[in-house]
């Protein structure tokens, strides 16, 4: 991932790779926040828990955050309680109110200096009041505090919002550095596969009777978890700018307007969110454009892209799964939502693996399947999946590789062959095969950030198919 604000404002500390046989209570693979938050609450219940960390600690989604810890998820209070009902709308409430009093609760224990401070979260709407007042109404029956407001500190009119108090921000990286102790970090260290409870990297082996996989998409899921027709991948876009007055609260749009909050002296915009594999190209360019016409002494400082992992019903994924070998529970679908489901998964994971019952693990269980809030989106998947793997075998490429031009990517014919092509600045082009490891799907071009996405399930690869982000386990071919 390329630079982010938490990468540039807290040093990370470094860990080894692994190179020898472990045996221990406990292995997470994935060190971002829910993987060190996991083994965290486990090491404190007396465990022996490592951590297995692909590339550096806090390097994925912990990095890419906007590091809201909110229970304001868009509308979705009106949305559990229409499809699935409001005692489950309840559940999530409380589980989300919960996780943010942790954070606080931990951060006084650990005495970690994270910018962590307690504010309102508002979601506003530019067009109407509906989706407020709804969201409103099922928000305090799932028993949160909340009000309406039609004024709120942005530079620009708001049709309506809708105002959660005591919500909280925080910095993830410095967070990160403050919890990680009593267990073992190894980084660089890439889990290739599972054998009878073994988790086997490149130059050593874990083995444990738990199993985590805190990874974006899961990990060493069997046939019967059918994740790849239950999670896709959606994409947001960041952006950030000094020169703006701190803002006193958060604020999320729901009806096509961006989301804000400020970090010390530093204004972060994201928005512009598509299925990975979709984007149209000028993301970036439309968030810079929106903030320095609202925000007039904006300067426009770095950007970056995030990707998350989103079930077919749009809760997360949480608890045991089904398996091939040990006993293995894994927490995804975090939906942007990562710093406060990181919190909930942390929870239900550590009851899980401790034989305690957890009040929660019901609505995120991975053996779920709530058809009245799924098969919309299970269409979308489907037709997708279906594209991208007919695409990579039929599909017709329209351009050749003569006609590429400098900085430009696309699918192209070269004698006789399709390839995924990218043309430097300097007329140097860059051929790999355009078809991603993980299922096979047809990549698409990303010109927002100079990236390979897969549309079926998100792995990213760079200009010369490099593995940036699974689920692929390997590169594409070069050529």
């Given at each position: 991932?390329?630079?982010?604000?938490?990468?540039?404002?807290?040093?990370?500390?470094?860990?080894?790779?692994?190179?020898?046989?472990?045996i221990?209570?406990?292995?997470?693979?994935?060190?971002g926040?829910?993987?060190?938050?996991?083994?965290?609450?486990?090491?404190?219940?007396?465990?022996?828990?490592?951590?297995?960390?692909?590339?550096?600690?806090?390097?994925?989604?912990?990095?890419g955050?906007?590091?809201?810890?909110?229970?304001?998820?868009?509308?979705?209070?009106?949305?559990?309680?229409?499809?699935?009902g409001?005692?489950?709308?309840?559940?999530?409430?409380?589980?989300?109110?919960?996780?943010?009093?942790?954070?606080?609760?931990?951060?006084?224990?650990?005495n970690?200096?994270?910018?962590?401070?307690?504010?309102?979260?508002?979601?506003?709407?530019?067009?109407?009041?509906?989706?407020?007042?709804?969201?409103?109404?099922?928000?305090?029956?799932?028993?949160?505090?909340?009000?309406?407001?039609?004024?709120?500190?942005?530079?620009?009119?708001?049709?309506?919002?809708?105002?959660?108090?005591?919500?909280?921000?925080?910095?993830p990286?410095?967070?990160?550095?403050?919890?990680?102790?009593?267990?073992?970090?190894?980084?660089?260290?890439?889990?290739l596969?599972?054998?009878?409870?073994?988790?086997?990297?490149?130059?050593?082996?874990?083995?444990?009777?738990?199993?985590?996989?805190?990874?974006?998409?899961?990990?060493?899921?069997?046939?019967?978890?059918?994740?790849p027709?239950r999670?896709?991948?959606?994409?947001?876009?960041?952006?950030?700018?000094?020169?703006?007055?701190?803002?006193q609260?958060?604020?999320?749009?729901?009806?096509?307007?961006?989301?804000?909050?400020?970090?010390?002296?530093?204004?972060?915009?994201?928005?512009?969110?598509?299925?990975?594999?979709?984007?149209?190209?000028?993301?970036?360019e439309?968030?810079?454009?929106?903030?320095?016409?609202?925000?007039?002494?904006?300067?426009p400082?770095?950007?970056?892209?995030?990707?998350?992992?989103?079930?077919?019903?749009?809760i997360?994924?949480?608890?045991?799964?089904?398996s091939?070998?040990g006993?293995?529970?894994?927490?995804?679908?975090?939906?942007?939502?990562?710093?406060?489901?990181s919190?909930?998964?942390?929870?239900?994971?550590?009851?899980?693996?401790?034989?305690?019952?957890?009040?929660?693990?019901?609505?995120?269980?991975?053996?779920?399947?709530?058809?009245s809030?799924?098969m919309?989106?299970?269409?979308?998947?489907?037709?997708?999946?279906?594209s991208?793997?007919?695409?990579?075998?039929?599909?017709?490429?329209?351009?050749?590789?003569?006609?590429?031009?400098?900085?430009?990517?696309?699918?192209?014919?070269?004698?006789?062959?399709?390839?995924?092509?990218f043309?430097?600045?300097?007329?140097?082009v860059?051929?790999?095969?355009?078809?991603?490891?993980?299922?096979k799907?047809?990549?698409?071009?990303?010109?927002?950030?100079?990236?390979?996405?897969?549309?079926?399930?998100?792995?990213?690869?760079?200009?010369?198919?490099?593995?940036?982000?699974?689920?692929?386990?390997?590169?594409?071919?070069?050529?």
């Open positions: 991932m390329e630079t982010t604000l938490w990468k540039s404002s807290a040093n990370r500390a470094e860990y080894p790779t692994l190179d020898h046989d472990i221990c209570d406990a292995v997470v693979i994935g060190g926040l829910c993987g060190m938050l996991c083994a965290y609450k486990l090491s404190r219940l007396g465990l022996k828990v490592t951590i297995l960390e692909a590339e550096r600690i806090g390097s994925g989604q912990t990095s955050t906007t590091a809201k810890i909110t229970v304001a998820h868009s509308n979705i209070y009106s949305r559990i309680a229409d499809e699935l409001e005692h489950e709308s309840e559940i999530y409430a409380s589980a989300a109110t919960h996780a943010i009093d942790e954070y606080e609760d931990i951060i006084m224990r650990e970690i200096d994270c910018g962590f401070s307690r504010l309102s979260s508002y979601l506003y709407t530019l067009y109407g009041e509906r989706l407020i007042y709804k969201e409103y109404d099922a928000a305090r029956r799932a028993g949160l505090s909340c009000g309406i407001e039609k004024s709120v500190e942005l530079p620009f009119e708001v049709a309506c919002a809708l105002k959660f108090p005591n919500q909280a921000q925080f910095n990286i410095k967070f990160l550095n403050g919890i990680a102790h009593g267990f073992e970090i190894y980084e660089n260290s890439r889990a596969e599972i054998h009878d409870g073994k988790i086997i990297c490149e130059n050593g082996s874990v083995s444990a009777k738990f199993i985590i996989t805190a990874t974006n998409y899961p990990l060493f899921g069997d046939l019967k978890s059918m994740f027709i999670l896709h991948r959606r994409m947001a876009h960041v952006y950030t700018f000094s020169g703006v007055p701190a803002m609260n958060m604020y999320i749009g729901i009806d096509g307007g961006y989301n804000y909050r400020s970090s010390d002296d530093i204004l972060i915009v994201s928005g512009e969110n598509h299925v990975s594999g979709e984007g149209t190209g000028g993301a970036y439309r968030l810079k454009d929106s903030t320095l016409s609202s925000f007039k002494n904006a300067v400082y770095i950007h970056w892209s995030a990707e998350d992992s989103v079930a077919i019903d749009k997360p994924v949480i608890g045991r799964m089904h091939t070998g006993d293995i529970l894994t927490c995804c679908g975090f939906m942007t939502w990562g710093m406060t489901s919190m909930v998964a942390a929870d239900i994971i550590s009851d899980t693996v401790c034989g305690r019952g957890n009040p929660a693990a019901s609505l995120f269980t991975p053996k779920r399947f709530h058809a809030a799924s919309d989106e299970l269409g979308g998947m489907v037709s997708r999946a279906a991208g793997i007919i695409g990579a075998s039929f599909k017709v490429p329209e351009e050749e590789l003569a006609e590429l031009r400098r900085g430009e990517g696309a699918i192209v014919r070269y004698m006789g062959q399709k390839y995924a092509a043309r430097d600045e300097n007329g140097a860059h051929l790999s095969d355009p078809r991603c490891p993980h299922l799907c047809e990549l698409c071009w990303n010109g927002d950030d100079r990236t390979w996405d897969c549309p079926c399930h998100g792995s990213r690869f760079d200009i010369d198919g490099r593995l940036l982000t699974g689920p692929a386990e390997h590169s594409v071919c070069q050529c």
